[in-house]
């Protein structure tokens, strides 16, 4: 099993501005990535997904424009810069690894997870 952590969370207020990280024992630019996040008493749903060759990545709509996912030159450290956050934003934030080679907010597709990163924005 592959370990996978996140890190970054925190409590902010609204319109601030958080950035989170995940590291993990294997190379970002051989897997797909993606950030989940799930709110008490909701279902886990994706937020952000980028490529193996980080040359697509997307945001589901109700981050779109605020939230970015993203890699560093090394592809062992992906990040998602939060900005403009909202109350309804607060979650559990996760990262997730897939063996596919495209871009995907599907769960059923990842096959590595971390434990996750608590955001709380408060209004």
């Known amino acids: 099993q592959v370990q996978v952590v996140e890190s970054g969370g925190g409590l902010v207020q609204a319109g601030g501005s958080l950035r989170l990280s995940c590291t993990a024992a294997?190379?970002?630019?051989?897997?797909?990535m993606a950030w989940f996040r799930q709110a008490p008493g909701m279902r886990r749903e994706g937020v952000a997904c980028?490529?193996?060759?980080?040359?697509?990545?997307r945001t589901s709509g109700s981050v779109k424009g605020r939230f970015t996912i993203s890699k560093n030159n090394d592809g062992n450290t992906l990040y998602l810069q939060m900005n403009n956050l909202r109350p309804s934003d607060t979650a559990m934030y996760y990262c997730?690894?897939?063996?596919?080679?495209?871009?995907?907010?599907?769960?059923?597709?990842?096959?590595?997870w971390g434990q996750g990163t608590q955001v709380t924005v408060s209004s």
């Open positions: 997730a690894a897939s063996r596919y080679q495209f871009c995907s907010l599907d769960e059923p597709d990842f096959v590595y």
């Open positions: 294997l190379s970002f630019d051989d897997y797909t």
């Open positions: 980028i490529s193996k060759q980080s040359n697509y990545a």
